[in-house]
């Protein structure tokens, strides 16, 4: 059973910082590509940021280039992303994937993606 799991999450103010990390169980972690995307309340889930499976290519949205960094461990099975200056309309519930491969499809598609967490709430108040 393949279980993705977020943390990290938490209310915090505008220019603050705030890592999330995910542990994803039940895959072989160094074979997936992983992302993060986020779902703000009454709007889609949209992409954040991507990493490859080998770590040589990042990918992000244009919203947060520049202020997050995604990474990812290989060795110790865990995808992190390192939020910077933070601003009110990063609030969202953000959520861990994992894609098997981009083959037929796009990094920032929902449905290029496996395996989905449950999400943590990121808040950042004005």
């Known amino acids: 059973q393949v279980q993705l799991v977020e943390s990290g999450g938490g209310l915090v103010q505008a220019g603050d910082s705030l890592r999330l990390s995910c542990a994803p169980s039940?895959?072989?972690?160094?074979?997936?590509?992983m992302a993060w995307f986020r779902q703000a309340p009454g709007k889609e889930r949209e992409f954040v940021a991507a990493i490859a499976w080998s770590a040589l290519y990042t990918y992000y949205a244009d919203s947060v280039k520049g202020r997050f960094t995604i990474s990812r461990d290989n060795a110790e099975n865990t995808a992190s992303l390192q939020m910077n200056s933070l601003k009110p309309e990063d609030t969202a519930v953000y959520f861990c994937a994992a894609a098997r491969s981009y083959t037929g499809t796009h990094y920032a598609q929902l449905d290029a993606y496996n395996f989905w967490g449950q999400g943590t709430r990121v808040t950042v108040s004005s």
């Open positions: 039940g895959l072989t972690f160094n074979t997936y590509n």
